[in-house]
């Protein structure tokens, strides 16, 4: 059974820092391209990032720059370090699986979701 659980979300105050986690087991983890996604209050939920299972990365143009996705094969874990933070930053985020040959920024290319860790930015 697939298992995806996020961590490392928290309240931060504009300009800080946030390194996520998301630990995942159930499946051959380096095989699969994994994606970071968002939803703020009231949103709908936004793809953030992506990663391949080489070196190749994507980012919404809201966080390039300023997010850096990362993946630890040997630990099953996909990491998302968020600097020079924003209050519009503020959202639940998920990590995901993505479909096979996939590794987009489209939600229906993606299979298996974790719960969620919740980031909050204040001014």
């Known amino acids: 059974q697939i298992h995806l659980v996020e961590s490392g979300g928290g309240s931060v105050e504009t300009g800080g820092s946030l390194r996520l986690s998301c630990e995942t087991s159930?499946?051959?983890?380096?095989?699969?391209?994994m994606g970071w996604f968002r939803q703020a209050a009231g949103k709908q939920r936004e793809w953030v990032s992506s990663?391949?299972?080489?070196?190749?990365?994507l980012y919404a143009d809201s966080v390039k720059g300023r997010f850096t996705v990362s993946r630890d094969n040997a630990k099953n874990t996909l990491y998302l370090q968020m600097d020079s933070l924003k209050p519009e930053d503020t959202a639940m985020y998920y990590c995901?699986?993505?479909?096979?040959?996939?590794?987009?920024?489209?939600?229906?290319?993606?299979?298996?979701w974790g719960q969620g860790t919740q980031v909050t930015v204040s001014s």
């Open positions: 159930g499946f051959t983890f380096s095989t699969w391209c």
């Open positions: 990663i391949g299972t080489g070196v190749s990365t």
């Open positions: 995901a699986v993505a479909t096979r040959s996939y590794c987009g920024w489209s939600q229906p290319g993606y299979t298996y």
